[in-house]
T-cell receptor
């Protein structure tokens, strides 16, 4: 089983719908991240969390919200999906400051 | 100014040659730097980390860090077609303690 698991792997949804992407990890890491990837734009940080009570906005948080339900779970919500939120979304975890991130398999989201 | 910048390429290199990938960053006090490789449709995977000025070698890969110039690079020696991928530079921004990525450089190794 993967250490960082994202569900669903693929999703097509309609404009205006609410959708949640889920991430769970078995690595025991405190830090969790949500990134979005668009062609030619690399990985852009949406939200990140140091622990259950510490959640921070990244560079592109507008239109997204997150919930850290437990140390091992970090979900990303799109309250009202729009087509320009069509992208590949990655969850990642990290052990602490100055450490690398470990990625989930990604969720390909299409908003029509 | 973006926090982490890379030349998006594409970069094309003949098989067996050295591929050189570059990255600059804006936060002077950043302390940790990473290179990830990402194949199309797959997750990024870590290939190198570097924390101190100078060179760090791992097999065919060498990471170079120059904190004074705020510059980090990755050299791939004896490039192979299997090295064709997008390479992402990542920097831990110390103040905010967040991991920020560049836009990635798409590398193609031509047989």
């Amino acid at each position: 089983d993967a250490d960082v698991t994202q569900t669903p792997r693929n999703r097509i949804t309609k404009t205006g719908k609410r959708i949640m992407l889920e991430c769970s990890q078995t690595k025991g890491h405190d830090r969790m991240y949500w990134y979005r990837q668009d062609p030619g734009l690399g990985l852009r940080l949406i939200y990140y969390s140091f622990d259950v009570k510490d959640i921070n906005k990244g560079e592109i948080s507008d239109g997204y919200s997150v919930s850290r339900q437990a140390q091992a779970k970090f979900s990303l919500s799109l309250e009202s999906a729009i087509p320009n939120q069509t992208a590949l979304y990655f969850c990642a975890t990290g052990e602490g400051a100055n450490t690398e991130a470990f990625f989930g398999q990604g969720t390909r989201l299409t908003v029509v | 100014q973006k926090e982490v910048e890379q030349n998006s390429g594409p970069l094309s290199v003949p098989e067996g040659a050295i591929a050189s990938l570059n990255c600059t960053y804006s936060d002077r006090v950043s302390q940790s730097f990473f290179w990830y490789r990402q194949y199309s449709g797959k997750s990024p995977e870590l290939i190198m980390s570097i924390y101190s000025n100078g060179d760090k070698e791992d097999g065919r890969f060498t990471a170079q860090l120059n904190k004074a110039s705020q510059y980090v690079s990755l050299l791939i020696r004896d490039s192979q077609p299997s090295d064709s991928a997008t390479y992402l530079c990542a920097v831990n921004i110390k103040g905010a303690q967040k991991l920020v990525f560049g836009q990635g450089t798409r590398l193609t190794i031509n047989p």
